[in-house]
């Protein structure tokens, strides 16, 4: 007598699964599988082209998407630094870190002791290429921020 | 005992020569602005972050002219003041060793107001760019030293 494999059991496992979500799916009357098909059809449709964003908007929009760290208005500068962090759009969590690393898009990333936008919103990035790495430390005025159009 | 004087040797060395380079440190302050035109153009001058201004976000203008270059020889713990076509700002060198350069930027804007206040950590040779908006356009402080 042969001595069952991981494979057949894996097998008949998988085949308990399969015939116990059919029953299941037997037992959903149409109407609401209907639902869940437009459900799911809502969710992967294309979304409505967004209304044409000035310069700045675009900036900013870019800044939003892209990058999840900004640091926001006067950041403290301790014997460590510490600086406030907050996840843009993300609920306004606020962390403290001993030691701020720009976000790397490769590379080791460049470090900031301390960030100071007094009256502004700073998006910390780090850029490589073949030409070599840059810092880059964009500031958005909070008089500006949010406006689609100077 | 031989091994311990060279041990002391090496090390009087090593401050020696880490001495030099935070005593000579060379940067060059370049201030940009960014605009929009009908034909693309990058200065000259700003070369070496051509493919990086074709990037976002500085790919939402065009035209990057240089309005300012400033090189100097950082010495450590002096400011070094820039004037700028718009603002001013101050770049120190806090230390330069082991292919890092520790600095503190100050920029503040026409008005005087202070705008950032930074103590970056950079190694040799990286950019630094400061992106503020100035109206629609940009207007931008790339910062490398060595």
């Given at each position: 007598m042969t001595k069952p494999t991981d494979s057949d059991d894996n097998h008949d496992l998988g085949e308990l699964v399969r015939g116990h979500l059919e029953l299941s799916a037997d037992d959903v009357p149409a109407p609401r599988f209907d639902q869940m098909w437009r459900e799911i059809d809502q969710s992967i449709a294309e979304p409505v082209a967004a209304p044409a964003l000035g310069v700045w908007g675009t900036v900013t929009q870019w800044l939003d998407r892209k990058l999840g760290y900004i640091i926001t208005g006067v950041a403290s500068a301790g014997a460590v630094a510490a600086i406030a962090l907050v996840m843009h759009g993300g609920g306004g969590g606020t962390v403290d870190n001993t030691d701020v690393s720009a976000?790397?898009?490769?590379g080791a990333p460049a470090q900031l002791e301390s960030l100071e936008t007094p009256g502004g919103t700073a998006t910390v990035m780090e850029m490589h290429d073949e030409d070599g790495d840059a810092t880059v430390i964009w500031v958005t005025s909070d008089d500006i921020e949010g406006q689609d159009n100077p | 005992m031989k091994l311990l004087r060279a041990a002391v040797t090496a090390m009087i060395l090593t401050g020696a020569v880490a001495g030099v380079a935070s005593a000579d440190t060379a940067c060059t302050f370049l201030e940009v602005s960014a605009t929009t035109g009908d034909k693309p153009a990058i200065d000259p001058d700003l070369k070496p972050l051509e493919k990086k201004l074709k990037r976002p976000p500085f790919s939402a203008w065009n035209v990057f002219r240089v309005q300012s270059k400033h090189d100097s020889t950082l010495q450590k713990g002096k400011p070094d003041n820039v004037a700028l076509q718009s603002g001013k700002a101050s770049v120190m060198l806090r230390d330069h060793v082991q292919g890092r350069v520790q600095l503190e930027i100050l920029v503040d804007d026409a008005s005087g107001k202070r705008i950032i206040a930074a103590k970056p950590d950079l190694t040799d040779g990286e950019w630094l760019v400061l992106g503020m908006n100035a109206n629609s356009n940009g207007h931008l402080l790339a910062l490398a030293c060595k």
């Open positions: 976000p790397a898009f490769g | -």
